[in-house]
C-alpha cells in the first residue's frame, strides 16, 4: 500500500447516522460495526474511488496531525476494511 493506492467500495451494506457516529451492519455475516471520530470521516470520503494521497490530504485538512501519524491511522482502519471485505486495495 501507497499513497497512489486506489480505494474502492466494494460491499454495499447499510449504514445509519446517530449522533455524528455510525453504525454499519454487514447482514451478510451479522456483523455490525460502530464508527466513530476519525473512521467516519474516511468512510464518508471512500464512498467513490479515492486514492490514499487524496484522502491523506482530505483529513489533513481538517484535523491537526503530523502527516506520518494521519497516514498510519488511514492505513490501518482501511486494512481492517480491506479483511472485512468492504473495500479492494489497487
Not at 460491499?11 to 473512521?39: H, N, P, Q, R, S
Not at 464512498?47 to 491511522?73: F, N, P
Not at 482502519?77 to 479483511?83: A, G, K, T, V
Amino acid at each position: 500500500m501507497n499513497k497512489n493506492t486506489k480505494v474502492k467500495l466494494i460491499k454495499k451494506i447499510d449504514v445509519t447516522d446517530i449522533a455524528g457516529d455510525k453504525v454499519m451492519i454487514d447482514f451478510e455475516t451479522g456483523k455490525y460495526y460502530m464508527l466513530k471520530g476519525t473512521a467516519v470521516d474516511v468512510w464518508d470520503n471512500i464512498q467513490s474511488e479515492i486514492t490514499i494521497a487524496e484522502l491523506l490530504e482530505k483529513l489533513m485538512a481538517i484535523y491537526d496531525v503530523d502527516e506520518e501519524t494521519c497516514l498510519k491511522g488511514i492505513e490501518d482502519f482501511l486494512i481492517q476494511l480491506e479483511n472485512s471485505k468492504f473495500i479492494s486495495l489497487t
